[in-house]
């Protein structure tokens, strides 16, 4: 298997080049269908019988998922990345360029150079002769980047996938801090909020009086206020994005766009704001959503106010089981005179699709390439690190396949 990664690490480097010069910004469709095919056609040779499913009913291209039969007897392993990128095709940001052992483009770690470690190991263990006995399901999802509506279809084909699997592997990229790389057993969760407040409008002369009361203004202050100084625990954060108030202040249609009117001597009428919250666990997403709805049921005298929240992101909570994924990969990176990976920080790292299926399987996150700079312009890859991460995931994935279920 390392014979094979690193006889192919060109082949690699030219696949990786034509994935990223292909756009394939989660809102171009085409684009993701066209990444899509770029990896059937690497799939199909290897013996996977690959489906495209039709996601038009969520507003987005689709997903991709490839199955390969082995003998039935070892641990069937789940092999998750996504096609799409954030990079849309009106972003400057386009193309691939390469100086020496770095390349960059949109794309190129998260998660063009995920899906190649995918491909890479996979072919290191056709070489080896492991992948014939493998049970292997792998989801390629098309729009990670920002899923389509409702959740529960967009991600539904995901979480049945791991639902039959014993082990699922995300290839987001490798986590590193100061040149040392760690393993992701744990991502927190990621989800919106909206907060919306109301008051009395009237002339500012009769503010906090018993005719108008607060107005809107402050009783969003208040809330968010008291969000700072209620809410804190370790491994949350809970954002407030974007806000406006006034006579009236209200959202977009898309909700991504405040705007405001008023007057220094008029009481706001109405305000809004947007966040996110992030949290490690269920439990602890649960207790804090409770929180933050009482903490808004509070209100200022001459006010109502109203928060809703998002169908996000689930957490991936830090299991024993997820860390003993973690143990066997140390195994064979010991095996290999690899870098043993301790737990990297989960508030260290955003949301991913093996959030929605790590409550049914053990699973490790952050098994694609070194790279940078990601959602920016310039995000980048070492090249370097692609095939030691389809080596590590090539002798991980047949060890998993010799183990009796």
């Not at 590193?176 to 008051?199: K, P, V």
């Not at 002369?205 to 203004?217: E, N």
């Amino acid at each position: 298997m390392k014979a094979a990664v690193q006889a192919e690490a060109p082949r690699h480097e030219g696949l990786l080049e034509k994935l990223v010069r292909q756009n394939s910004g989660t809102l171009n469709l085409d684009g993701v269908r066209k990444v899509g095919d770029m990896v059937r056609a690497e799939l199909e040779p290897l013996g996977f019988q690959v489906r495209w499913i039709d996601m038009a009913a969520t507003g987005r291209a689709g997903h991709l998922v490839a199955t390969h039969r082995g003998n039935g007897r070892g641990k069937r392993v789940l092999m998750i990345a996504h096609l799409d990128t954030v990079f849309e095709p009106a972003s400057p940001f386009q193309g691939w360029q390469r100086e020496g052992t770095r390349a960059t483009g949109p794309g190129a770690g998260d998660d063009k150079g995920g899906i190649v470690v995918v491909i890479a190991a996979l072919r290191a263990m056709q070489a080896a002769g492991t992948l014939k006995t493998a049970d292997i399901e792998i989801v390629m999802t098309g729009d990670e980047e920002r899923s389509g509506k409702p959740l529960d279809v967009a991600r539904r084909d995901l979480i049945a996938a791991g639902k039959r699997a014993d082990i699922a592997l995300e290839y987001e990229n490798l986590a590193t801090e100061n040149g040392r790389e760690y393993g992701s057993t744990a991502r927190r969760s990621s989800t919106d909020w909206t907060l919306t407040t109301t008051g009395r409008t009237g002339h500012s002369s009769g503010v906090f009086g018993a005719s108008l009361g607060y107005g809107a203004i402050y009783e969003l202050a208040r809330i968010v206020d008291t969000f700072r100084r209620e809410l804190p625990e370790t491994n949350l954060t809970y954002n407030v994005g974007v806000m406006a108030g006034g006579t009236p202040g209200a959202f977009d249609k898309d909700q991504l766009v405040a705007t405001a009117t008023g007057k220094p001597n008029i009481v706001a009428a109405s305000a809004v704001a947007r966040g996110d919250l992030r949290a490690l666990t269920p439990e602890q997403n649960a207790r804090v959503i409770a929180k933050m709805k009482a903490i808004v049921a509070q209100h200022l005298p001459g006010t109502t106010a109203e928060i809703t929240f998002s169908d996000g992101y689930p957490p991936m909570a830090p299991t024993e089981g997820n860390r003993a994924v973690l143990a066997e990969l140390n195994e064979v990176n010991r095996d290999l005179d690899l870098p043993e990976l301790t737990e990297f920080d989960p508030a260290k790292r955003g949301a991913a699709d093996s959030s929605f299926v790590a409550a049914d399987v053990d699973t490790l996150a952050g098994m694609g390439p070194v790279s940078g700079g990601a959602h920016a312009e310039g995000e980048w890859v070492d090249l370097t690190s692609l095939p030691r991460q389809a080596l590590r995931s090539a002798v991980l994935i047949s060890r998993y396949a010799a183990e009796r279920r």
